[in-house]
């Protein structure tokens, strides 16, 4: 049974960085594409980025794309989130998911396997 384990959420201010990490059991990562989510109080989750198994192929919500960069590392079986100038809009719980489609990748069933959340709080 593959268990994703997200870590490095917090309390952030305003224009501050963050750095979110998501292991995984069993070699998981390096067979699988990697999307990061985000779900906000009373609000429906949401893609926020997407890093490729094989080609390393990279895509961003438009909300985030220049501020977050998705990367892994297969040696580590570790896909990051770096998240820079933070807004109180990007607080929510973040996801990583792992998975091969079919379909877009900004789709919550193209991933099988989820993590358990770790909240970032960004205070303004």
């Known amino acids: 049974q593959v268990q994703l384990v997200e870590s490095g959420g917090g309390l952030v201010q305003t224009g501050g960085s963050q750095r979110l990490s998501c292991a995984a059991s069993g070699r998981a990562l390096s067979r699988n594409a990697v999307g990061w989510f985000r779900q906000a109080p009373g609000k429906e989750r949401e893609a926020v980025a997407f890093i490729g198994w094989k080609s390393g192929i990279t895509y961003y919500a438009d909300s985030v794309k220049g501020r977050f960069t998705v990367s892994r590392d297969n040696a580590k079986d570790t896909v990051y989130l770096q998240m820079t100038s933070l807004k109180p809009e990007d607080t929510a719980v973040y996801y990583c998911?792992?998975?091969?489609?079919?379909?877009?990748?900004?789709?919550?069933?193209?991933?099988?396997?989820w993590g358990q959340g770790t909240q970032v709080t960004v205070s303004s």
């Open positions: 998911a792992a998975g091969q489609g079919p379909g877009p990748w900004s789709s919550t069933t193209y991933y099988a396997y």
